[in-house]
């Protein structure tokens, strides 16, 4: 039987492999290793404050740098290291920390390349955590990577489990443009089948999760195991899904996505983002656009509400789309008649 | 550490040394003369921030540097472009929006750079450019090159955020990096004495635990030598210096700028204060120089920014062919 480990421990396993591959690999981050300057205290404590470096820090010395509380300031010396023969990977701890150092990615990395007449290689990754579920409340929730989808400049990659995770850290640190690598908070015990030597995962290409000729349902980061569930208890009732996950939200594999939809007709698509210019929108224009004489039915969304992530257990759950949503928008489909 | 240098004799420089500074700060000046002028014809778009006034700032700082080290520059970034040795001809085309630019007529002014040459771009963002220099010290320290990272930034970009963290960051982790803060006495049309809180930027330094140095911005040798000693001291392992370099922009903030917040300063400044009038007394009363090698020099800068603006002016706009290439290096 393959070999099976956390999506946490493929993504430590990735830097590590990608550490000793390549010595202009950096990593830098608030407590990366963690415990910097305690006097007593043993460095590498923490490891991240997601467990993720956990280990580097002994293991590659000097490449493992602690930052102050400070993201302006490391992830823009990501972003200029990287214009100067690093591959740094940067920690933004949560995704909702952006706003601190918003300018430095969609002003500064973003924009180099084309900006300065295709002269600039920026071969940074900005690893960042996202999502609800953790009752983590408002300001530690939030799925921000339509923001990010939507810079020219940008790649950003959604791993939906830990098979994904260690192909695209290393597609996300061997590509020479800026990525922001979206790591979903839940996910990090999930477990997996992982093998152990090198692979990379190529951008813009869609994993059919599932096949079926009823309906799409493309779902993102740790959607697609909601909409895997949903797919398992549609099937019980007779009605088979197509199961997609884009790995990347830029680039978009909108070939598969429309390849999909020419079949079944029907279209769900699942993001945990809020429903205002998402992932599901932008997906759901492309298929109006491109695929609109093969829709039998209005294109279902299925998505967080238009709040904040809230903070109580019992609205939290209501705020995450689940695989009843996903199921009641996959049979809706379905059985539309006009 | 806080101190304003006294401004020394011309010191180790060499007469080519010395000739080579006259040039670069000679074409800076010439670069937005011209520059100047021709906005007014209505034929450059855009935003275009002029430097003139601020030469010995770039000049002094660069004339250490080389192909081991990076500098980040400014909204007001032609004069750091030219020191770093951009070449003068593509910035011009750039300016004018023309294909041969220095970006392909992707950038313009605010965005002319040079990656080969570690020029990493003047910058549209105010404050955009420190956290960058903190990068590039970085690779410089990882790739044990001895470089060194230069942020030019102005006293707007010093209250900013970004600079004050970059400070910081460049202390904790003993970079080596230069952080120049070009104090030119406004921030777009407010007073740096009002938006500044400290006395001096350069007060700032010891809240980072770096050295602060003020120097007379309209003397090279003045900012040539603490550059010089901030540079080595970098070099050497020694960690960051921020410099403050204090003088007067001679046009507004940007072309259009009717100054109507600033009385006489800059008439005095050309007067009196002028960093190229200063540098031709010391070199030739010295006779380190000649004026005759000074007047050559001004000839030849001269005919070369007439060859720039006429190049400029007759090479082709980019086409639609390249309207979406070069957004990634591969998608």
Same mark, same amino acid.
């Given at each position: 039987?393959?070999?099976?480990?956390?999506?946490r421990?493929?993504?430590?396993?990735?830097?590590?492999?990608?550490?000793?591959?390549?010595?202009?690999?950096?990593? %830098?981050?608030?407590?990366? +290793?963690?415990?910097?300057?305690?006097?007593?205290?043993?460095?590498?404590?923490?490891?991240?404050?997601?467990?993720?470096?956990?280990?580097?820090?002994?293991?590659?010395?000097?490449?493992?740098?602690?930052?102050?509380?400070?993201?302006?300031?490391?992830?823009?010396?990501?972003?200029?290291?990287a214009?100067?023969?690093?591959?740094?990977?940067?920690?933004?701890?949560?995704?909702?920390?952006? /706003?601190?150092?918003?300018?430095?990615?969609? #002003?500064?990395?973003?924009?180099?390349?084309?900006?300065?007449?295709?002269?600039?290689v920026?071969?940074?990754?900005?690893?960042?955590?996202?999502?609800?579920?953790?009752?983590?409340?408002a300001?530690? +929730?939030?799925?921000?990577?339509?923001? @990010?989808?939507?810079?020219?400049g940008?790649?950003?990659?959604?791993?939906?489990?830990?098979?994904?995770?260690?192909?695209?850290?290393?597609?996300?640190?061997?590509?020479?443009?800026?990525?922001?690598?979206?790591?979903?908070?839940?996910?990090? =015990? +999930?477990i997996?089948?992982?093998?152990?030597?090198?692979?990379?995962?190529?951008?813009?290409?869609?994993?059919?999760?599932?096949?079926?000729?009823?309906?799409?349902?493309?779902?993102?980061?740790? %959607?697609?195991?909601?909409?895997?569930?949903?797919?398992?208890?549609?099937?019980?009732?007779?009605?088979?899904?197509?199961?997609?996950?884009?790995?990347?939200?830029s680039?978009?594999?909108?070939?598969?996505?429309?390849?999909?939809?020419?079949?079944? /007709? $029907?279209?769900?698509?699942?993001?945990?983002?809020t429903?205002?210019?998402?992932?599901?929108?932008?997906?759901?224009?492309?298929?109006?656009?491109?695929?609109?004489?093969?829709?039998?039915?209005?294109?279902?969304?299925?998505?967080?509400?238009?709040?904040?992530?809230?903070?109580?257990?019992?609205?939290?759950?209501?705020?995450?789309?689940?695989?009843?949503?996903?199921? #009641?928008?996959?049979?809706?489909?379905?059985?539309?008649?006009r | %550490?806080?101190?304003?240098?006294?401004?020394?004799?011309?010191?180790?420089?060499?007469?080519?040394?010395?000739?080579?500074?006259?040039?670069?700060?000679?074409?800076?000046?010439?670069?937005?003369?011209?520059?100047?002028?021709?906005?007014?014809?209505?034929?450059?778009?855009?935003?275009?921030?002029?430097?003139?006034?601020?030469?010995?700032?770039?000049?002094?700082?660069?004339?250490?540097l080389?192909?081991?080290?990076?500098?980040?520059?400014?909204?007001?970034?032609?004069?750091?472009c030219?020191?770093?040795?951009?070449?003068?001809?593509?910035?011009m085309?750039?300016?004018?929006?023309?294909?041969?630019?220095?970006?392909q007529?992707?950038?313009?002014? %605010?965005?002319?750079?040079?990656?080969?040459?570690?020029?990493?771009?003047?910058?549209?963002?105010?404050?955009?450019?420190?956290?960058?220099?903190?990068?590039?010290?970085?690779?410089?320290? !990882?790739?044990?090159?001895?470089?060194?990272?230069?942020? @030019?930034?102005?006293?707007?970009?010093? #209250? !900013?955020?970004?600079?004050?963290?970059?400070?910081?960051?460049?202390?904790?982790?003993?970079?080596?990096?230069?952080?120049?803060?070009?104090?030119?006495?406004?921030?777009?049309?407010?007073?740096?004495?009002?938006?500044?809180?400290?006395?001096?930027?350069?007060?700032?330094?010891?809240?980072?635990?770096?050295?602060?140095?003020?120097?007379?911005? @309209?003397?090279?040798?003045?900012?040539?030598?603490?550059?010089?000693?901030?540079?080595? $001291?970098?070099?050497?392992?020694?960690?960051?210096?921020?410099?403050?370099?204090?003088?007067?922009?001679?046009?507004?903030?940007?072309?259009g700028?009717? !100054?109507?917040?600033?009385?006489?300063?800059v008439?005095?400044?050309?007067?009196?204060? =002028?960093?190229?009038?200063?540098?031709?007394?010391?070199?030739?009363?010295?006779?380190?120089?000649?004026?005759?090698?000074?007047?050559?020099?001004?000839?030849?800068?001269?005919?070369?920014?007439?060859?720039?603006?006429?190049?400029?002016?007759?090479?082709?706009?980019?086409?639609q062919?390249?309207?979406?290439?070069?957004?990634?290096?591969?998608?």
């Amino acid at each position: 039987m393959a070999r099976e480990i956390s999506y946490r421990e493929a993504l430590n396993e990735t830097l590590r492999q990608e550490m000793e591959r390549d010595q202009s690999v950096i990593v %830098m981050g608030e407590d990366n +290793s963690g415990g910097a300057g305690s006097p007593a205290g043993e460095q590498d404590a923490w490891g991240g404050v997601l467990g993720v470096t956990k280990g580097l820090y002994h293991q590659f010395p000097g490449r493992v740098l602690d930052t102050p509380i400070s993201e302006s300031a490391f992830v823009g010396a990501a972003i200029g290291a990287a214009t100067r023969g690093q591959r740094p990977v940067a920690e933004l701890m949560f995704i909702d920390f952006m /706003g601190v150092c918003f300018d430095q990615i969609f #002003n500064q990395a973003a924009k180099f390349r084309y900006m300065f007449g295709g002269k600039a290689v920026t071969p940074v990754v900005i690893r960042t955590m996202y999502g609800a579920g953790l009752r983590a409340a408002a300001q530690h +929730s939030q799925s921000l990577y339509p923001l @990010f989808t939507s810079i020219p400049g940008l790649k950003v990659a959604m791993p939906s489990n830990p098979y994904e995770a260690k192909g695209l850290l290393t597609q996300a640190i061997r590509d020479d443009d800026p990525v922001i690598f979206c790591e979903h908070k839940a996910l990090y =015990d +999930s477990i997996g089948e992982v093998p152990e030597e090198s692979y990379t995962i190529p951008f813009g290409e869609a994993n059919i999760v599932r096949e079926g000729d009823d309906v799409t349902i493309v779902a993102l980061g740790r %959607m697609v195991s909601v909409a895997s569930e949903a797919a398992d208890q549609l099937a019980s009732s007779g009605v088979q899904a197509d199961v997609l996950d884009p790995r990347t939200t830029s680039p978009l594999d909108t070939d598969t996505i429309l390849e999909s939809v020419e079949n079944t /007709g $029907r279209l769900v698509v699942v993001d945990e983002a809020t429903p205002r210019c998402n992932v599901a929108t932008d997906i759901s224009a492309l298929v109006a656009k491109e695929a609109f004489g093969s829709l039998r039915a209005p294109i279902e969304m299925v998505t967080a509400p238009h709040t904040p992530v809230p903070f109580s257990d019992a609205l939290e759950d209501m705020y995450i789309p689940d695989a009843q949503r996903v199921i #009641n928008a996959a049979k809706s489909v379905v059985e539309w008649e006009r | %550490m806080t101190g304003t240098l006294p401004t020394q004799a011309t010191g180790e420089l060499s007469a080519e040394s010395l000739l080579d500074a006259y040039r670069t700060m000679r074409t800076i000046r010439m670069f937005e003369e011209r520059v100047h002028d021709e906005f007014a014809t209505g034929e450059i778009p855009g935003f275009v921030h002029l430097y003139a006034g601020e030469e010995a700032s770039a000049t002094g700082v660069c004339s250490h540097l080389d192909d081991r080290d990076a500098i980040a520059s400014t909204h007001r970034g032609h004069g750091h472009c030219i020191a770093k040795g951009v070449d003068v001809k593509a910035m011009m085309a750039e300016i004018y929006g023309k294909r041969t630019g220095s970006c392909q007529g992707k950038g313009g002014s %605010m965005h002319i750079a040079d990656l080969s040459k570690g020029m990493l771009g003047a910058n549209g963002i105010v404050g955009g450019g420190p956290p960058l220099i903190c990068g590039t010290a970085l690779a410089a320290k !990882q790739q044990g090159t001895g470089g060194v990272g230069v942020a @030019f930034f102005g006293d707007g970009a010093s #209250n !900013q955020g970004t600079t004050l963290e970059s400070l910081n960051l460049a202390s904790v982790w003993n970079l080596p990096a230069i952080f120049v803060a070009e104090n030119n006495g406004y921030a777009e049309a407010t007073a740096s004495t009002w938006s500044v809180a400290s006395d001096n930027i350069a007060d700032r330094a010891a809240g980072f635990g770096m050295p602060g140095v003020i120097v007379d911005g @309209f003397d090279f040798f003045a900012v040539h030598e603490a550059a010089g000693e901030a540079i080595t $001291r970098a070099r050497e392992g020694g960690g960051p210096t921020l410099i403050e370099v204090k003088f007067t922009r001679y046009f507004g903030h940007f072309e259009g700028d009717q !100054q109507t917040y600033r009385a006489d300063e800059v008439a005095n400044a050309r007067e009196n204060l =002028d960093c190229l009038k200063r540098f031709r007394e010391r070199v030739t009363g010295g006779g380190e120089v000649t004026d005759e090698a000074l007047d050559t020099v001004d000839s030849e800068v001269a005919a070369l920014i007439d060859a720039a603006v006429a190049e400029a002016k007759d090479a082709p706009k980019p086409s639609q062919a390249d309207l979406e290439t070069d957004v990634y290096v591969s998608y």
